[in-house]
């Protein structure tokens, strides 16, 4: 993969993992029921812990 690519791909997972994070803080805040809030909770967490993987995966290959 090319640097620039490379660059990108990393400028777009770390911005990616910024508005999972955002969406987070305004779930946990909110007023929706429990149920709700854990199940979508639970589904940006694991999308939290790919892009970790992910942008470590991808700092590795530089």
């Known amino acids: 993969m ?3 690519t ?3 791909s990393t400028t777009l997972i770390t911005a990616v993992m910024a508005a999972l994070i955002g969406a987070e803080i305004v ?3 909110s007023d929706l ?3 709700i809030r854990y199940s ?3 589904v ?3 999308a ?3 892009g970790v993987f992910q942008l470590g995966r ?3 290959g530089r």
């Open 2 to 4: 090319s640097a620039p």
């Open 6 to 8: 490379r660059e990108s």
């Open 27 to 29: 779930l946990i805040c």
């Open 33 to 35: 029921d429990d149920i």
């Open 40 to 42: 979508v909770g639970a």
């Open 44 to 46: 940006i967490m694991v």
């Open 48 to 50: 939290l812990v790919a």
């Open 58 to 60: 991808a700092r590795r």
